[in-house]
């Protein structure tokens, strides 16, 4: 079974500044996809970036940006600039390919950015 | 616009009654999802359906049913059965094509359930 781990429970960050959270997971599959959702105050989940473990090449979506090491099973986000709007609660998450519930949450993140 | 909506936003339930929520998506996605969400915790899978007329348990199924009828509409009802309702769910849906999924998950806004 996978499993997915973010050992930062709450993090901080100066507003501008960068911050980076960690996640890693463990599995035996070869192809799979992670995914970072961001979950604000709101509660509703919004997909951040999305990586394919086949692709080499790190995902980046405008300030945000993964570093994938997937020798290592590890999947990073960076936020640059970090905004007000950046606080929110961010999961990691882990998909493998084909038939079935196949999709696992890390416990998540709690990032604060601070004026 | 397209999307996943979950109703009612917040529900309050007496100890030893039903209740259902309502999650109904204009996506034409195939596969649907329920999830549980308690504080400070992650999501736990309650059950889900890759088609119509079809649904898995979750890791999380005790006390909780689904009914998949039609392709748009996944309600899920928390029963009497269920120790402990009280929580945040969270209703998905992704594309794919029969058996198959692929693509990320786009969620609702949720539900709060409180049990008084």
């Known amino acids: 079974a996978q499993t997915v781990t973010q050992s930062q429970p709450e993090m901080s960050v100066q507003e501008a500044e960068t911050v980076t959270l960690s996640c890693t997971y463990d599995?035996?599959?070869?192809?799979?996809?992670l995914f970072w959702y961001k979950q604000p105050p709101s509660r509703q989940m919004i997909l951040v970036i999305r990586?394919?473990?086949?692709?080499?090449q790190n995902a980046t979506e405008n300030r945000f940006s993964v570093n994938f090491q997937k020798a290592a099973k590890s999947f990073s986000l960076k936020i640059s600039d970090s905004q007000l709007g950046d606080t929110a609660m961010y999961f990691c998450?882990?998909?493998?390919?084909?038939?079935?519930?196949?999709?696992?949450f890390g416990p998540g993140t709690r990032l604060s950015v601070l004026p | 616009d397209g999307g996943i909506t979950q109703s009612p936003k917040y529900l309050f339930r007496k100890e030893g009654q039903n209740v259902t929520l309502s999650c109904e998506q204009n996506?034409?996605?195939?596969?649907m999802y329920w999830y549980r969400q308690d504080p400070g915790q992650g999501l736990r899978l309650i059950y889900y359906?890759?088609?119509?007329?079809?649904?898995q348990k979750g890791d999380i199924a005790e006390g909780y049913s689904v009914s998949r009828e039609k392709k748009e509409s996944f309600p899920l009802t928390v029963t009497s059965a269920q120790k402990n309702p009280t929580a945040f769910y969270l209703c998905?849906?992704?594309?794919?094509?029969?058996?198959?999924?692929?693509?990320?998950?786009?969620f609702g806004e949720g539900s709060r359930l409180t049990v008084l």
């Open positions: 359906s890759q088609i119509v007329n079809d649904f």
């Open positions: 998450a882990f998909m493998k390919l084909g038939y079935g519930q196949n999709f696992v």
């Open positions: 990586q394919e473990a086949y692709k080499q």
């Open positions: 996506l034409n996605h195939d596969a």
């Open positions: 998905a849906s992704r594309s794919g094509q029969g058996a198959r999924v692929t693509g990320e998950l786009f």
């Open positions: 599995t035996s599959e070869n192809n799979y996809y």
